[in-house]
């Protein structure tokens, strides 16, 4: 699916009045989507059974993933780790080839109602996008300073691990004595992909033994005493300690855990990280400087494979490319705009200089300046969620709350990133805003920010999607990149139209946010399908956005290892606006942004070819 051609025209003709006539409603209720109204009880019966199905499928997978089983808030397995192993991985894809051929045997989609036809086939979409990436099994780095176990184990430790009681923190043990496996496994992955030639690229290296190095710094390590800790024996002593308050445990049988968790780190978690430091150490001789996809094996067929997987269109690397280059033509233009209503006298590049530069965009790099950020960003938040009834009828069940990215991965994550609540409500959705140097958050970003991370973006979209009624669990929690992060992307421009950003310089950072998005679509293809070098992309952010250099370097770093992921983003946006200005044209005062909200959001994330079938079945029903 290509991208209507009038798409780059839709954002700039998109006006305010999209949004100011919606009667609110109470924004305190949740409006229950369910998501199918058939009427036909026989079509009900069979998609029920299917549902059944597809039910047990998943509680099959959830019980071979104890890190999903987790995540979803269950303790099935909680002292485990997954097996990561490549015979793992190919037993796991013949099971899902299996499931599929069953369902085909099992069902016919011609008796299922439309929401069961639509599980139907997105359950086949998935397993093609399961071949797929099976077929480029070992491209995706194993570590780099993105993702990977290394830092991975600790976040998932202390972020999702809960201890509520004793046997909890004993499975947190068991957890640290299995780290060895674990991460031995992605050792043992990633020498089997530097055999076949797929290697980071030279600077990635670094990055991972100074985040591996992060985890085994302090007590117990290191014989320095338990007054610097590290990280995870902080969290599993701090985890123990609140037992005790609350008078779950006693301070004796605290004090035994503690001293079994100190062990699992020295004995198990020591040695794993120690050799996997040693390993990629020694490894780095190998390394080269090209960063590209393009490099490896069959690269131009893996990125290629890459951007249909990420942007669930057939666009080619040079249409995103070309696409990238009149957006980014169009953003700067508007905000040349926004020069002249601040009364800046100067070249665009000189005011992208002024807003790197200027103190009165920054909060001071101080625990003081921090808590600033993070109070004012939930502040915004709050005073959007009072908003939302204007232009949504339904709302998210689960709390959220902003919280900064913890020390010892804040370096070498990104920008900003959302952590969806725990479906039981144990767990609220968490905007983390990495705040480790805050010359690369700038306050006119952040009201952007919070509403792409948080409300009306990825927690609205990812909350209600576990909330649905209806449908089945693979849906509830799975995603596509171009829808999920379109919809961020959307959440930024939505507010502009409900009366937000009054502030110009805080709309110049709705704009400098998009505008990223769109360079985004030239370096990661300019790096991946065109051959540029990390400093070409670097200088062309540099150029051509007002991120400050740390930003654009850690971003470009960042698309080298992910390749053709930041393309989402901006290509899911804008056919968002393209719907929806489609079907305001053809519905006139018939048309409610609400209505349109829930039909974006009323089956969860799917393919930009589904939701374009959606919004035209929505729009034909409402013609007739």
Aim: proline residues 5%; aromatic residues 10%; charged residues 25%.
């Amino acid at each position: 699916m290509r991208l209507a051609s009038s798409a780059l025209a839709l954002i700039l003709s998109v006006g305010l009045a999209a949004c100011g006539t919606q009667t609110p409603t109470n924004s305190t209720t949740q409006t229950e989507i369910v998501a199918d109204a058939t009427q036909d009880p026989v079509k009900i019966a069979e998609t029920e059974r299917l549902n059944a199905w597809f039910e047990t499928k998943f509680n099959e997978e959830v019980a071979r993933s104890p890190l999903r089983a987790t995540f979803l808030g269950s303790r099935e397995n909680y002292d485990k780790w997954d097996d990561v192993s490549e015979d793992a991985q190919r037993r796991e894809m013949g099971i899902r080839r299996a499931d599929i051929d069953e369902m085909r045997e099992l069902f016919d989609p011609a008796n299922l109602t439309p929401q069961g036809q639509l599980s139907y086939r997105l359950a086949e979409y998935e397993l093609e996008r399961d071949e797929i990436t099976s077929r480029w099994r070992g491209y995706n780095y194993t570590f780099s300073q993105m993702r990977g176990a290394h830092a991975g184990i600790a976040s998932f430790l202390i972020g999702q691990h809960k201890v509520t009681r004793k046997s909890d923190a004993e499975a947190y043990i068991a957890r640290l004595e299995g780290v060895q496996t674990y991460l031995g496994q992605h050792v043992e992955n990633a020498k089997t992909s530097a055999e076949r030639g797929i290697r980071p690229p030279l600077f990635v290296y670094d990055f991972v033994i100074e985040g591996a190095a992060n985890v085994i710094t302090g007590y117990p390590f290191e014989g320095i005493g338990p007054e610097q800790p590290s990280p995870l024996y902080a969290d599993f002593t701090g985890k123990t300690e609140a037992l005790v308050s609350n008078g779950t445990i006693s301070q004796d049988e605290a004090d035994a855990l503690n001293q079994q968790a100190r062990a699992a780190l020295l004995d198990h978690v020591y040695p794993a990280y120690f050799d996997l430091i040693q390993w990629v150490d020694q490894d780095r001789t190998n390394a080269g400087s090209d960063d590209g996809a393009w490099k490896h094996p069959s690269g131009a067929e893996y990125y290629r494979d890459r951007l249909a997987l990420m942007t669930t269109t057939d666009m080619t690397a040079e249409d995103v490319h070309q696409l990238g280059l009149s957006e980014v033509a169009r953003i700067h233009e508007e905000m040349r705009t926004i020069m002249v209503q601040v009364g800046f006298e100067g070249s665009l590049q000189d005011f992208f200089d002024f807003t790197r530069t200027d103190a009165q965009f920054f909060k001071p790099n101080t625990d003081e300046g921090k808590a600033e950020y993070l109070a004012e960003a939930t502040a915004m938040i709050d005073t959007m969620r009072e908003a939302l009834p204007s232009v949504f009828n339904t709302f998210p069940k689960a709390e959220m709350e902003v919280k900064a990215v913890e020390a010892f991965r804040e370096k070498a994550a990104g920008k900003a990133f959302y952590q969806r609540p725990a479906p039981d409500g144990s767990r609220p959705g968490v905007y983390y805003a990495n705040l480790y140097r805050m010359q690369d958050m700038p306050l006119y970003q952040m009201e952007a920010l919070a509403y792409h991370e948080g409300i009306p973006g990825h927690h609205m979209q990812l909350a209600i999607s576990q909330e649905l009624t209806g449908i089945p669990k693979f849906r509830k929690y799975g995603g596509y990149t171009a829808y999920t992060e379109g919809w961020g992307l959307y959440s930024e421009f939505l507010p502009k139209e409900m009366g937000f950003y009054e502030d110009p310089y805080s709309d110049f950072g709705r704009l400098a946010m998009e505008l990223w998005r769109a360079a985004r679509l030239v370096v990661d293809t300019g790096l991946h399908e065109k051959q540029w070098t990390r400093d070409e992309a670097i200088q062309y952010l540099l150029e051509n956005t007002p991120n400050p250099e740390g930003d654009c370097r850690k971003a470009i770093e960042r698309y080298i290892v992910m390749p053709g992921q930041a393309t989402a983003y901006k290509i899911g946006m804008i056919k968002i606006v393209e719907l929806r200005e489609d079907a305001r044209a053809r519905l006139g005062d018939a048309f409610d942004i609400r209505d349109f909200h829930d039909v974006v959001l009323k089956d969860g994330p799917v393919p930009l070819q589904i939701l374009e079938e959606n919004v035209e079945a929505w729009i034909a029903a409402k013609l007739t």
